[in-house]
């Protein structure tokens, strides 16, 4: 039974996408990092340094970490070592990390009454990309020793960022834990949750037509603030997916293979514990082994060379093996240190792409909405909007869109389920569609103009021949001026200059009705009669659209 069987060391990673707004709406680039730089009472955050600068301290874990990965992945993640002077080149990896160490622990209770649980704080991290208005906070949490059964309700209820629901018996936040509070080193409470005031996220989404967040995450994030706060901050985010982060978690067991196939069910779909029963039927789940489980190092019946089993929905990845098995619980160059490193770097790139193109798709959304084709100044913004989108594509298309990111089996096939599973190839080819189907827009308004132009000045070139033929008659000297004094002269220039000016000008106003007019009056179809009330329309009538 789930009872009996206890998890002697779990850890889990939670990823939380936002989308970033942007500092500047003219400014083709944002740079959101630099607003985390400057250190400061009410600034957390510190940049952390890759472990490429000094020799003596790039260690072997470091070195299989890099090899891992195919040569475009390693310029995405590690940059190609020119210096940070070149930041905005692709010589640097156009990833910055930015790191707090204020909140050493989590205390959490999942139901009332339950005695807390309390997690190591690994890492708090939060990651930005050049060129792309997107963060991904990266929180690691461990705890040893505790009940099988209350992991996975813990995994099932740590990472929510809002409750679905209330629970009407105790108000509580639904598949919510009943109470989350982040400590101090010195064991002060930093912040604590509040899924059960009702009150604050029914009215906030209410007024603002957006969920809010728990107070505990509101921290965790400042001074990054949601959008539609009133509260100030240096940069501002918006949520991108479902209220539950997706999350990655090590599970090592006294026994892996008393994993049951409904307890492997409900940790690869991310369901809280159960009793035995499969939590869905069985015609649901008769591929379930092929679709959701990586079984290249796990075999049923107890085979201790071959209980690592990895379950991958897209949203989780989960691995469990033996906790008596070195290779499995090693730091330094075992699965622990692959979950932490090369497997982490996965799953963090399968969500950037997702959370990138969601991004993609809303800004989009926002200049569409923006768009009024009889307003100039929107058309000039919705232009500017697109080019900008367009540009930013390219440079993700080449810079970050992988469809593989190594030669090693596990990784690529990982990588394949987890891409799979997020439908991204899906989610990339709507983007890119959308995009298209804006710059034929653009490409359909711009010839349209163009056309309008090329109509204007035929227009304005024909009435101008009168103009043109007077004022050549004039200089062909049939009428000797050059005794006239010059005052003369010059009224007679001007006599002529000021009403072809005068008349081209309103050519130009009048240019749409007078094509009218001329395509009237081309077309030999066309009666007299029509032609005269073609000609009237020039002063009294409206243009053609």
């Given at each position: 039974?789930?009872?009996?069987?206890?998890?002697?060391?779990?850890?889990?990673?939670?990823?939380?996408?936002?989308?970033?707004?942007?500092?500047?709406?003219?400014?083709?680039?944002?740079?959101?990092?630099?607003?985390?730089?400057?250190?400061?009472?009410?600034?957390?955050?510190?940049?952390?340094?890759?472990?490429?600068?000094?020799?003596?301290?790039?260690?072997?874990?470091?070195?299989?970490?890099?090899?891992?990965?195919?040569?475009?992945?390693?310029?995405?993640?590690?940059?190609?070592?020119?210096?940070?002077?070149?930041?905005?080149?692709?010589?640097?990896?156009?990833?910055?990390?930015?790191?707090?160490?204020?909140?050493?622990?989590?205390?959490?209770?999942l139901n009332r009454g339950d005695q807390p649980i309390t997690l190591n704080i690994v890492h708090v991290d939060l990651y930005f990309f050049f060129d792309i208005d997107v963060a991904i906070l990266a929180l690691e949490v461990s705890v040893d020793d505790i009940a099988f059964e209350t992991a996975q309700n813990l995994m099932f209820r740590f990472g929510r960022a809002y409750p679905a629901y209330w629970d009407e018996e105790d108000g509580r936040g639904g598949h919510c834990p009943w109470k989350v509070e982040w400590l101090a080193a010195d064991g002060r409470v930093l912040a604590t949750s509040d899924y059960e005031n009702r009150e604050k996220f029914l009215s906030f989404v209410c007024r603002h037509r957006a969920p809010t967040t728990a107070a505990h995450w509101e921290f965790l994030m400042s001074p990054l603030v949601l959008h539609h706060t009133d509260v100030k901050g240096p940069v501002r985010y918006r949520q991108l997916e479902y209220y539950r982060m997706p999350y990655m978690a090590y599970l090592a067991l006294d026994r892996a293979e008393t994993v049951s196939r409904s307890d492997s069910i409900r940790l690869a779909l991310g369901n809280e514990s159960g009793e035995g029963d499969l939590p869905y039927s069985e015609s649901y789940l008769s591929d379930f082994e092929t679709r959701y489980c990586y079984d290249r190092n796990f075999m049923s019946g107890g085979q201790k060379a071959a209980s690592v089993r990895f379950h991958a929905s897209g949203d989780t990845l989960v691995v469990t093996g033996d906790a008596s098995d070195s290779f499995y619980t090693s730091l330094n160059s075992g699965i622990l240190s692959r979950f932490r490193h090369q497997h982490f770097l996965m799953f963090l790139i399968a969500h950037f792409q997702k959370a990138a193109l969601l991004m993609f798709s809303d800004r989009l959304v926002a200049a569409v909405s923006r768009l009024d084709i009889t307003n100039p100044k929107a058309n000039r913004i919705f232009r500017r909007d697109i080019r900008s989108a367009h540009e930013n594509f390219l440079r993700f298309n080449h810079r970050y869109w992988f469809e593989n990111i190594s030669h090693q089996a596990q990784m690529r096939e990982l990588f394949a389920m987890t891409r799979g599973h997020l439908q991204l190839d899906n989610l990339y080819r709507e983007v890119r569609e959308e995009l298209q189907d804006m710059g034929s827009f653009l490409d359909v308004e711009a010839m349209r103009k163009q056309n309008d132009t090329v109509v204007r000045l035929t227009v304005v070139t024909t009435f101008g021949l009168v103009g043109t033929v007077t004022t050549g008659f004039i200089g062909m000297n049939i009428f000797d001026w050059t005794q006239q004094p010059t005052w003369w002269r010059v009224a007679a220039f001007l006599a002529v200059f000021v009403p072809t000016t005068l008349l081209t000008l309103y050519t130009v106003v009048k240019s749409r009705r007078l094509s009218d007019f001329l395509d009237a009056l081309s077309d030999e179809t066309v009666s007299w009669g029509r032609r005269g009330r073609a000609l009237l329309r020039v002063w009294f009538g409206a243009p053609s659209p």
């Open positions: 039974m789930n009872q009996e069987k206890r998890v002697r060391h779990l850890r889990q990673i939670l990823l939380w996408p936002v989308y970033l707004l942007p500092l500047d709406e003219a400014a083709p680039l944002q740079d959101h990092w630099e607003q985390f730089e400057k250190p400061g009472p009410g600034n957390p955050w510190r940049e952390i340094d890759d472990e490429f600068g000094d020799p003596l301290e790039f260690q072997t874990r470091h070195y299989n970490e890099f090899v891992t990965f195919l040569p475009p992945v390693q310029r995405f993640l590690y940059g190609q070592g020119l210096g940070r002077s070149v930041s905005k080149v692709y010589g640097e990896s156009p990833i910055r990390v930015m790191r707090r160490s204020d909140i050493a622990q989590a205390r959490v209770t």
